[in-house]
Each structure stands twice: as structure tokens, then as C-alpha cells.
């Protein structure tokens, strides 16, 4: 088990690295092939944290930053307290979060295929930054990744490259903290939170993101960025197929 956690933890910190996003994405996907959505997301809790924080101060600038998006941040905030989709480790409904987590990675990997493609959304950055904060909020406890509709949401923004990432950082950091809290205050039992593993995990994911980040300067990143996300949509439709018996 801890050996697959490290390579899992490796392979998503990697492509962390390489494209600035994805280790929370990369590492439920995996990890909920052999354990529940809830105990995947527990181990995500330090990788994730240490990760996020490294990219949201890498460039400065953060307080610039939280005063543009202070609004999308107390989304995600209102989000995990009061979210309007089954969270992590409630099964009594009929959608599930295997499915639900599979559906967002397929709509991020297809996000990611034709993300030239999306509109620009900076005109309506005031309204629009709460109620997609909310959304990723909401959505971060119920599958352990904050990816739809955050990530393509701030990527619409047209911002520079490295405001870009750093948003994205102070996002996920902002998530990930709120999943924690969520975790810690809704146990499932008989499903303790294993920080232990989660530590562990933390040096393969760093190992990762440095490797990914040389990485990026010798491979096309397009490339890189077209197989990562078609890998996304067929694993994501596979959860999906999985958790409802069609495979």
C-alpha cells in the first residue's frame, strides 16, 4: 500500500510540476481504485497543502492577489461549509462520489483539450467570482479535488502566466484547507485520518513537482498537456461506467 501511495504521490506531483495543476485530480483518480473517495482525500491533505504553498509564494505578489479574489476565496469557503451536492463518505443517495469524481475529471480533461477555445469571463469577474468559488467549494467536498468549475474559470480570466499559477495556487491552498477541516470535523467511522501516510506522501510528491518542473523545459508542453488530458476523460468515463456496474 505505501509504495503504491509513493508512486502515485510521485507521478501527480510530477505532473504538478510540469503544468502547474493536477495532483489532487491525479492522486483521487488513482488512489480510489483501491480505497474509498474519503480516504484518498486524507492522504491529500499535506501533499496538497505543501505543494499549493510552494506554488502560490514561488512569484509574489500574494496580497495583490488576495485582494483581487477575496470574493472567489470566501466562495470556496461558503462552498465546503454549506454544499449543495452528497459529500465525501455519503452514499445513501443515488450519485455517489466515485461518479461524481469520475464526471469532473472527465469535464477537466476536456476542459484542458479545448481550453483555447473559452470565453473570457473578465468583463464579469465581479459576480461571477463568488458563485464559482461556491461551486468549487461545494464541489471540493464532495470529491476531494477543486478543479470544475475553478480552474477553468480563473484560466478564462485571461491573466499572465505566472498570475495565472499563482492564483490557481492561492485557490487550491484555500481549498485544501477547507477540505481539512471538513475531513476532521466529519469522520466516517471506522475511517480514521491517517496524517502518518499523508506525510509520506509528501516527499514523493515534492520529488515530483521539482522533477516536473526541470521536466517542463525539455518536452512540449502542449504535448505533454494533450496526453495528460485525454487520460483524464478515459479514466474520468471509467469511474463513471465503474460506480454505476457498466464495467
Not at 479545448?114 to 470529491?143: C, D, Q, R
Request: proline share 5%; glycine share 10%.
Amino acid at each position: 500500500m505505501i509504495g503504491f501511495v509513493v508512486a502515485v504521490f510521485a507521478i501527480a506531483g510530477m505532473i504538478k510540476g510540469t503544468i502547474g495543476l493536477g495532483l489532487p485530480a491525479v492522486s483521487m483518480g488513482l488512489l480510489t481504485l483501491v480505497i474509498s473517495p474519503f480516504q484518498a482525500a486524507t492522504l491529500l491533505i499535506i501533499p496538497s497543502i505543501v505543494t499549493n504553498l510552494w506554488q502560490l509564494f514561488a512569484e509574489g505578489h500574494v496580497i495583490r492577489l488576495i485582494q483581487r479574489f477575496w470574493s472567489l476565496l470566501l466562495g470556496i469557503c461558503v462552498g465546503s461549509v454549506w454544499s449543495i451536492f452528497p459529500t465525501l463518505g455519503q452514499s445513501s443517495s443515488g450519485f455517489h462520489s466515485e461518479a461524481l469524481l469520475g464526471g469532473m475529471l472527465a469535464l477537466y480533461g476536456l476542459y484542458g483539450l479545448f481550453a483555447k477555445n473559452m470565453p473570457n469571463f473578465a468583463p464579469h469577474e465581479k459576480w461571477l467570482s463568488p458563485i464559482m468559488g461556491y461551486l468549487g467549494g461545494a464541489l471540493t467536498v464532495a470529491t476531494g479535488v477543486v478543479v470544475i468549475p475553478v480552474v477553468p474559470y480563473v484560466q478564462s480570466l485571461q491573466l499572465k502566466r505566472d498570475d495565472l499559477v499563482q492564483t490557481l495556487g492561492l485557490a487550491f491552498t484555500v481549498s485544501t484547507f477547507c477540505l481539512a477541516t471538513f475531513l476532521h470535523l466529519n469522520p466516517i467511522e471506522d475511517t480514521p485520518i491517517d496524517y502518518k501516510l499523508s506525510l509520506i506522501a509528501l516527499l514523493p510528491a515534492l520529488i515530483g513537482m521539482w522533477a516536473g518542473t526541470k521536466l517542463r523545459y525539455r518536452i512540449p508542453e502542449q504535448k505533454f498537456r494533450k496526453v495528460f488530458f485525454c487520460g483524464l476523460v478515459i479514466f474520468g468515463s471509467y469511474s463513471v461506467l465503474h460506480q454505476f456496474g457498466l464495467l
